[in-house]
């Protein structure tokens, strides 16, 4: 047996004081496979040790809301019956190790999250970041990330409908990619995970275990150094095939009563999967690993238990239902194997060529995980940046056409072109707009769904930046008309030992506990991605926010894009002139300075209320919300998605015209209607003290701003649409 | 009017399909499992988008030896119209069905948009509802879409009104640059000689409401439907 050394728990990612607790719950040494369970448990990605006590301070209740965090994925109520399930999760250091399989298998592993559950998946959406456009590797990863994100989810046949993608040099050495799905389920017939029944059989089906992604899960609990390409074999390989055949064959014996509880096997494989259900049900399990489908030969029980092979669920049945249950997955040409059964020791018991090679008690395993109160320092907030401040633009024009060609601005349609986004024949806007909508199949219902974070402004201020990304999420989907329901968070930060990172999640902890209760807007699932670093230096806080929204009648839906000659354009919002970490600033004077722009929680309420309103009451014909880059860059938008261009006044404010067009002032939209419509909506407004004002009217094919700037249509086109193939296929 | 439609394991366009026949006909349509060895009784078959069996190996390259495929092979030849759609176009292909192959797209990536497609040939069943020469706008989804055949082959297909559509541009001028996957002759779906199988790479069923961007996918799922009864 091996002799468990100072240097192998180290190895383990186990600190001394860790290991010493090991041996208080054991009252022994652990064995080599026991210690690798313990690191794997205890690791940052499984155990939440070091964002447990900030994350417990979110919101996660509302009247809707039937599953908040905890379970594999959160469950909100949309009516007649019928609920949404979804989840964001990371999969950042496979993706930059092994781009195609990373991201692959971090699409996969987040739509077993939610097939766990009972839900149909839907929707794929995704947050990704990548390093500065002219790094040496990030078209290398662009390329395999957005070609495995496609490869799985277009195998599977769920649509990929958008996501969000940033480049900026914070993440050269150390990208994320972040994986979103949702699916539909009706409320009775959810599936939780806590183990139940003793003696109930423990079941493993799909994919057999193989030597891929042993510690997989310690990997993402660690910074990045220059060695890193050698962890590539702890990148685990996806199969979208089989994944497609477990999730019919899951959702086939879902549909009967034959299951207690399901767990995926996601980070952590076998390991985390029977102690997550054991100890949610209070029970124990034991385990014969002889009968698990077995990849390869002479695999060590250590390796069992530790491998991330995908494509495999965990499963208790009802007693005497097995065969029934293994029909079922012979059908699909899946693995079906009775592993184990549900005990009443408390302990999980593993047995392999008729030895004991692990005896450990579940819950002090899971419950009694350290938890950190680490040290953190609060981010200096910078000085704000007025409209006044930054000189007056000699060339409005160029300007625009500038930023609508940056990194952060320019058109994401070389990505999604890539996702197969129409599959299931319910997507009712497609990637480009504020959201996507997809339909709930057979209703007269839609979801709304997007993906928001502004990293730079986590960066400068963590609070408000925090508060921004629930609010700009919110307000994506109130401008197609849905009303937010609930989100998914998926924390990227860097190494929380650093005091100074630990600051950055507890400002940005902070500013969505607040965004969150002011909107009632509740937080239902998410993950914890730290040690995002490579040599020390840390990525920018990003908070990635996955918003989910529910159209009660989804022809009510609202789009960016401008729909008639000669409607009204007003905004909703009142523009300051923050110009603090503005696009503006940081495309045409090279500055990242400054304050992000201030988030009034009240406003947003108000603005997005008024205009969901106003949608649901058919008075608008097009709304989006004004964000990066400002209104100028909101109106190109909307001139782009319709073809069709615009005529706005010259401003009554007492800003610079560059303030008043590339400010990133919060709470705000432009809206068109018709003109008898516009009355009523500055009635409307004037009765609920929203901002509001007329600032134009569509048509021809130039967007005219006064005296200020003057481009046709297809120039800003030209610009928009070929930054990023002229990145990536040159 | 009774419509069938083949599910392979990997299918995922299944449903739409399903949806799709279902709308224009007013009766519900048949899912008939792969490994099954007879068709149920219908006067159309529908052979779906998706991924076969994986398609790890060729596209379609398993399905077209699957039990089913047989007997779709056998009623085709019959004269039951088949609609062959993305994966379905590459499963015909295999099975002999039509002539020629499916290549990986030219430029390597999945492409995955609405794209212009010019009606060249007559064939009332299929296409009846569009005027020849007239665009059409659907929608692709495919990794490997770029249709190949030898050249007899090729001018067999032009000369006999075997060409069902090509990529083109909103005028309805092909051209290289409308050929979004490389395909030989910007082919984006043929007839068999008899003018029974219709294969195609972009998806009727994906555009068949206003609410999901476009009607031309119901024009021709409509026309094919009316034709049977």
């Known amino acids: ?730 | 009017m009774k419509a069938a439609v083949i599910v392979f394991p990997g299918s995922n366009c299944d449903r739409d399909m399903k949806v799709a026949f279902e709308q224009s006909s007013g009766k519900p349509a048949q899912m008939v499992w792969h490994a099954d060895s007879e068709l149920p009784d219908c006067d159309l078959i529908g052979i779906p988008g998706g991924f076969s069996y994986g398609d790890y190996l060729r596209c379609g390259a398993i399905a077209g030896n699957s039990p089913i495929m047989k007997e779709v092979v056998k009623k085709a030849a019959s004269g039951t119209p088949v609609l062959a759609v993305c994966n379905g176009f590459q499963v015909a292909t295999e099975t002999g069905m039509l002539p020629g192959a499916l290549l990986r797209n030219a430029n390597q990536k999945f492409i995955c948009k609405d794209v212009d497609l010019k009606v060249v040939s007559e064939n009332d069943r299929f296409v009846g509802g569009f005027e020849t020469g007239q665009v059409a706008r659907l929608p692709v989804a495919h990794h490997d879409g770029n249709y190949f055949a030898d050249d007899e082959t090729l001018a067999r297909l032009e000369g006999e009104g075997q060409i069902a559509f090509k990529y083109a541009d909103a005028d309805g001028n092909v051209t290289d640059e409308t050929n979004i996957n490389g395909s030989c002759n910007n082919i984006a779906g043929i007839y068999n000689q008899a003018g029974n199988i219709l294969g195609l790479m972009p998806h009727p069923e994906r555009l068949i409401s206003e609410q999901l961007g476009g009607t031309d996918g119901k024009t021709l799922i409509d026309t094919l439907i009316n034709s049977l009864n």
């Open chain 1, 1 to 730: 047996m091996t002799e468990i050394t100072k240097e192998i728990v180290a190895e383990h990612g186990l600190s001394e004081s860790e290991y010493e607790r090991v041996l208080d719950i054991l009252g022994r040494e652990p064995n080599l496979t026991e210690l690798g369970i313990f690191s794997v448990m205890w690791s940052e990605h499984c155990s939440y040790k070091s964002s447990k006590k900030w994350l417990k301070t979110l919101p996660t209740e509302a009247p809707w809301v039937i599953c908040g965090p905890g379970e594999n994925a959160g469950v909100v109520d949309i009516g007649d019956g019928q609920a949404a399930i979804f989840k964001m999760e990371s999969h950042n250091h496979p993706s930059y190790i092994e781009p195609y399989q990373g991201a692959a298998t971090g699409v996969g592993g987040i739509l077993r999250d939610v097939f766990t559950m009972g839900a149909r998946p839907v929707a794929n959406m995704n947050a990704l970041r990548f390093g500065r456009p002219d790094h040496p590797k990030t078209r290398h990863l662009v390329s395999g990330v957005v070609s495995g994100i496609g490869g799985y989810g277009n195998c599977m046949g769920i649509p990929t409908v958008g996501g969000e993608t940033n480049f900026h040099s914070s993440y050269d050495g150390n990208i994320l990619v972040n994986a979103m799905t949702v699916g539909l389920a009706d409320t009775d017939k959810i599936f939780y995970s806590a183990a139940a029944g003793i003696g109930n059989p423990v079941v493993y089906v799909g994919s057999k275990t193989g030597r891929d992604g042993i510690h997989g899960a310690t990997m993402a609990s660690a910074e990045f150094d220059d060695d890193s390409e050698e962890k590539r074999p702890t990148v685990q390989v996806g199969d979208p095939f089989t994944e497609k055949l477990l999730l019919e064959a899951c959702l086939e014996l879902m549909a009967t009563d034959a299951i207690v509880a399901i767990q995926d096997m996601g980070a952590a494989g076998l390991t985390s999967s029977s102690f997550e259900m054991a100890d949610k049900g209070g029970v124990g399990i034991q385990l014969d690993l002889d009968n698990v489908p077995m990849r390869e030969e002479g695999m060590t029980p250590y390796e069992i238990m530790l491998s991330e092979s995908q494509e495999r669920m965990l499963m208790v049945l009802k007693p005497g239902r097995e065969d029934e249950a293994r029909a079922i997955f012979e059908k699909w040409e899946l693995d079906f194997s009775v592993i184990g059964s549900v005990t009443d020791t408390g302990r999980m018991v593993l047995t392999m060529h008729g030895e004991k090679v692990a005896d450990l008690p579940v819950a002090p395993l899971a419950d009694a995980a350290p938890e950190y109160d680490r040290p953190w320092v609060k981010t200096e907030a910078p000085a704000a940046i007025n409209g006044n401040d930054v000189a007056e633009s000699n060339d409005l024009g160029a300007a625009l056409l500038k930023i609508m060609g940056s990194s952060e601005i320019a058109s994401r349609k070389w990505i999604w072109e890539q996702y197969d986004h129409m599959v299931m024949g319910d997507t009712i806007q497609r990637p480009g707009g504020d959201a996507a909508v997809v339909r709930v199949h057979g209703t007269d219902k839609a979801l709304a769904i997007t993906t928001d974070c502004t990293p730079r402004y986590c960066y400068a201020d963590p609070e408000t930046g925090g508060a921004q990304a629930i609010a700009e999420t919110w307000r994506n989907l109130t401008a197609t008309g849905a009303t937010p329901l609930a989100v998914t968070d998926c924390m990227n930060f860097g190494n929380p030992e650093r005091p100074e990172i630990m600051g950055q999640f507890v400002g940005c902890i902070d500013g969505m506990r607040k965004a969150c209760t002011e909107l009632d807007y509740p937080v239902v699932s998410g993950n914890v991605s730290l040690y995002n670093e490579t040599n020390g230096t840390g990525i920018h806080p990003t908070p990635a926010i996955g918003g989910v929204g529910v159209l009660k009648q989804s022809d009510h839906m609202s789009t960016i894009a401008f729909k008639n000659e000669k409607d009204v354009i007003l905004l909703v919002g009142e523009t300051t002139g923050e110009m603090g970490q503005s696009i503006y600033l940081r495309e045409i004077e090279g500055r990242e300075e400054g304050a992000p722009p201030r988030v009034d929680l009240p406003a947003e309420k108000r603005n997005g209320d008024f205009v969901r309103a106003a949608i649901h009451d058919g008075l608008v014909t097009a709304s989006h919300d004004v964000a990066d880059g400002g209104l100028a860059v909101a109106l190109a938008e909307m001139a782009l998605a319709g073809n069709l261009g615009a005529e706005i006044f010259q401003h009554k404010t007492d800003l610079t015209h560059t303030a008043y067009l590339f400010a990133e002032d919060q709470a705000r939209y432009v809206i068109t209607s018709s003109s008898q419509d516009a009355e009523k909506l500055l009635e409307r407004a004037m009765e609920a003290g929203v901002p509001i004002e007329i600032i134009g009217t569509t048509g021809q094919n130039e967007l005219n701003i006064a005296d200020m700037l003057h481009i046709s249509v297809s120039d800003i086109r030209d610009r928009h649409s070929n930054w990023l193939p002229s990145l990536m296929d040159r």
